[in-house]
């Protein structure tokens, strides 16, 4: 569901070059795990490169010519998870550093690297006869915000799930509701899998997106499915 058609264009697209495979080049993770009677805790390090390359960009004539790059990303993480009898309270904060942002100026777009802080908090709810909730708050805030930058300085999203196992755990029914808090948008999926055997699954469901107009979401509103 996730496409929007547009016009067509005479933009021009390079391809991205990936980093070389080079020593310099690795990638570098460091994690410390503690696993008490109470609650677990862990902290972590990753020095890595962007999933997704930036795709810059220059303009000529009207015409764009894009140069997808990747950069470098660095991000220390804290994250822990507290049982509470049915329930299990988790939460993670995270320092992300390299990121880049597309910006306004004077006409000619260019990108600005900024630190950004990402933080969860979730609770999941498992209360027994096959049934499971969660419940998910993220929020993300770019640090030194430039006013230029086109994303919000804070943006927020909340997520909802509940499931039920049916006739012996054959049939699951679940329901997943993304929320954008900042963009007032949704995406909401309900879905059924049956287990035919224990090899053959038959699935299905439907998917729709709303809310207000013009959010990361709702610009799909002509994608239900």
């Known amino acids: 569901p996730w496409y929007i058609a547009g016009d067509a264009t005479n933009d021009v697209y390079n ?21 008490l009677s109470a609650f677990d805790f862990a902290v972590s390090l990753f020095h890595t490169w962007e999933d ?4 810059h960009y220059t303009v000529n004539n009207n015409q764009k010519t894009y140069s997808p790059e990747y950069h470098r990303i660095t991000y220390g993480a804290l994250e822990f998870s507290i049982p509470l009898g049915d329930f299990v309270l988790l939460g993670e904060m995270a320092l992300f550093h390299g990121r880049h942002y597309e910006i306004e ?16 908090l ?35 999203l909340a997520t909802f799930s509940i499931s039920k196992s049916l006739l012996r755990q054959k049939l699951e029914i679940s329901e997943m509701l993304y929320y954008h808090i ?8 309900l879905s059924l899998e049956y287990a035919v055997t224990d090899e053959l ?16 979401l709702s610009i799909y509103d002509d ?3």
Do not use: C
């Open 201 to 216: 699954f038959v699935s299905g469901g439907v998917d729709v997106f709303g809310g207000k107009e013009g959010g990361n």
């Open 122 to 156: 979730g609770l999941d709810w498992s209360p027994g006869n096959d049934w499971s909730l969660s419940l998910q708050i993220m929020d993300t805030i770019i640090q030194d915000y430039d006013p230029r930058i086109k994303d919000e300085e804070r943006r927020e």
């Open 15 to 35: 391809a991205a070059v990936e980093p070389e495979h080079t020593f310099a080049n690795s990638e570098l993770a460091l994690k410390y795990s503690l696993y």
């Open 52 to 55: 997704i390359p930036t795709y």
């Open 223 to 225: 994608n239900d499915e």
């Open 105 to 120: 100026n004077n006409g000619a777009t260019s990108h600005i690297m900024k630190d950004s802080f990402d933080g969860f």
């Open 182 to 189: 900042t963009d007032e948008d949704y995406f909401n999926r």
